[in-house]
């Protein structure tokens, strides 16, 4: 037997290793929202605060499954939450994410993101590793967890050098104003990161 | 102790800081927070160093970046650094892990040498760069629990666990070589340089995380504790394959409207 036709029966006998080796899909937000970011890092001052933010806004729109991600960082007390709070909550968590993406990536220094070809599995989700490499600089490893839904792959975490989940921290973040103030409080403080973010 | 814990110890200072927020009350009780049962005693040691580190610890510590050339800067760096590489290499055969402690003892013995007494990190040109290591990484490695998160002032973010380990780091040299390793003079010194220097070093960083939160106690304290546990992963895997974000962080991204009581809110932009 040679050694492709082996290869092709055991890829076909286990379908789950045949979608692991499937792994664009869950590539394709991550490369659509670093090429986005590098965007408006030339764009910078040209731009604008509000020019990177129009730019970036449809990217991470595509890019994140922001709902979940406010879900998951406001914690169990969500389906305790009206309608109402929970929308509020989504949109003032995607104010947020754009503005920080927006305030954080305001100029360019030759920045590139490179993106591991090889896609991890994680349970149901998927990790996708880049790295930030700037010049003159040690590369900064960042990491994204992606969970399929009816939106196909998007991106509901980013770790930080492979130790930091900016999940895990935005649910510590979170906690204890929810617990005291409720979801109004909440999204009160996330308005104000966003216009801090653009200042 | 290693480099990022010790970034994010040294240095907390945003001007504007949001308001304290009262302690979380559920039924009229307090809620703890898993890992943290000191939290009321922790955030009032947090604001301490807070106010610290505004009126002191931070203008010192840029006025030193200001008034100190890069260069000396960095020398100074190296020079403790290295001093500190034996507790490495200690550390490194406690952890049964012979050819990780023969590379720190090559990496000080060259920049000892051909780099001026530790002034110049020439070992990491060699494939030889710091690997930071300490008691409380052995102590972690041998199984024994961070226990409480514990927030120090003017020390940072910390457990019980390697707050003891890193007295133990500390105490290495002034106990096992004595002078002038255990003179007041030494020790000031070399609290003073490095605690500048760090404090100098993380400024934007911890700025970044600062003003990124709504709860900076919280976030500074998930972020410490989070990159403390993916070192001890580290460790505790001696070198196979690269750090990954735990498993552990599976058990964060249960998703409360995956309930089926609950609404989905996906309304997709």
């Known amino acids: 037997m040679r050694p492709i036709l082996a290869f092709t029966l055991f890829g076909a006998a286990i379908p789950a290793l045949a979608q692991a080796q499937a792994p664009d899909a869950a590539r394709a937000p991550v490369q659509a929202l670093s090429d986005g970011l590098i965007g408006i890092m030339q764009g910078g001052q040209k731009m604008g605060f509000a020019g990177r933010s129009a730019a970036i806004a449809p990217i991470i729109d595509r890019s994140f499954d922001l709902a979940m991600m406010t879900r998951v960082a406001v914690g169990p007390a969500w389906t305790g939450l009206s309608a109402a709070d929970q929308a509020a909550l989504v949109a003032a968590f995607r104010k947020m994410t754009i503005a920080e993406y927006a305030g954080n990536f305001d100029s360019f220094g030759g920045q590139k993101f490179t993106i591991d070809p090889n896609v991890e599995v994680r349970g149901a989700d998927r990790l996708v590793r880049t790295s930030l490499v700037q010049p003159g600089e040690a590369p900064v490893a960042i990491a994204y967890r992606l969970r399929s839904g009816a939106n196909g792959w998007r991106i509901v975490d980013v770790f930080y050098r492979n130790a930091i989940s900016q999940l895990a921290t935005r649910r510590a973040d979170f906690s204890r104003v929810m617990a005291n103030g409720g979801a109004r409080a909440l999204i009160g403080h996330l308005n104000d990161l966003a216009a801090k973010a653009a200042a | ?269």
């Open chain 2, 1 to 269: 102790m290693s480099l990022l814990p010790a970034l994010l110890l040294a240095a907390q200072a945003v001007p504007e800081l949001p308001p304290a927020v009262p302690a979380p009350t559920v039924a009229g009780h307090r809620e703890r927070t898993r890992g943290d049962p000191l939290e009321g005693f922790n955030r009032d040691m947090f604001s301490v160093h807070q106010a610290v580190d505004k009126a002191v610890l931070r203008p010192a510590a840029m006025g030193y970046r200001t008034v100190v050339p890069k260069p000396v800067r960095a020398g100074l760096r190296h020079f403790f650094s290295n001093l500190g590489e034996p507790i490495v290499f200690l550390n490194d055969l406690l952890q049964l892990r012979p050819g990780r402690a023969l590379r720190t003892f090559g990496r000080f013995t060259i920049n000892s040498t051909l780099g001026v007494g530790g002034l110049i990190d020439v070992a990491k040109g060699e494939g030889l760069p710091h690997r930071a290591n300490g008691f409380g990484g052995t102590f972690a490695y041998y199984g024994v629990k961070p226990g409480p998160y514990i927030f120090v002032p003017l020390i940072g973010p910390t457990t019980l666990r390697d707050l003891i380990g890193g007295q133990g780091d500390n105490a290495l040299l002034p106990v096992a070589v004595g002078t002038p390793f255990d003179t007041w003079q030494y020790q000031v010194t070399q609290g003073v340089t490095v605690g500048l220097d760090t404090r100098a070093e993380v400024d934007a960083e911890l700025r970044a995380l600062f003003q990124g939160a709504v709860d900076p106690y919280a976030t500074l304290r998930s972020v410490y504790l989070q990159n403390r546990a993916s070192e001890i992963a580290t460790l505790k895997a001696r070198g196979r394959g690269i750090a990954a974000p735990d498993d552990i962080q599976l058990d964060e991204l249960d998703d409360p409207g995956a309930q089926p009581a609950a609404p989905e809110p996906e309304k997709k932009p």
